[in-house]
């Protein structure tokens, strides 16, 4: 249960500014960024480099959350991420990617 509990915290922490937020949005809107089950970002291959850019800074970002959440609750980092994607997913399947 902590560990769910844990999750949303990640989620918020997934984006760092808002400016980034925006900008993550956008590339989502745009079909240039998905959501894989992992629990991390994958760019599209025509994204422009700060879009992968971005892909990478925030994937980096949530793999160093969900490490701190594993090692919180004594589980593997992949599972809290498989458990983030989840969440996300379900809050945007449209993200999801194909």
């Known amino acids: 249960m902590?560990?769910?509990?844990?999750?949303?915290?990640?989620?918020?922490l997934c984006l760092v500014t808002p400016l980034s937020a925006a900008n993550l949005g956008?590339?989502?809107?745009?079909?240039?960024?998905?959501?894989?089950?992992?629990?991390?970002?994958?760019a599209s291959a025509g994204a422009?480099?700060?879009?992968?850019?971005?892909v990478n800074n925030?994937?980096?970002q949530r793999k160093a959350?969900?490490?701190?959440?594993?090692?919180k609750n004594g589980v593997a980092v992949d599972q809290v991420g498989m458990l983030t994607a989840e969440k996300v997913i379900k809050k945007a399947p449209q993200y999801k990617c194909k």
């Open 2 to 12: 902590m560990l769910r509990s844990s999750i949303v915290i990640i989620l918020a």
């Open 26 to 42: 956008k590339a989502k809107a745009d079909g240039q960024v998905c959501e894989q089950t992992n629990g991390y970002l994958r």
């Open 48 to 54: 422009s480099g700060d879009v992968t850019s971005m």
């Open 58 to 60: 925030i994937n980096a």
């Open 65 to 71: 959350e969900y490490q701190k959440i594993a090692n």
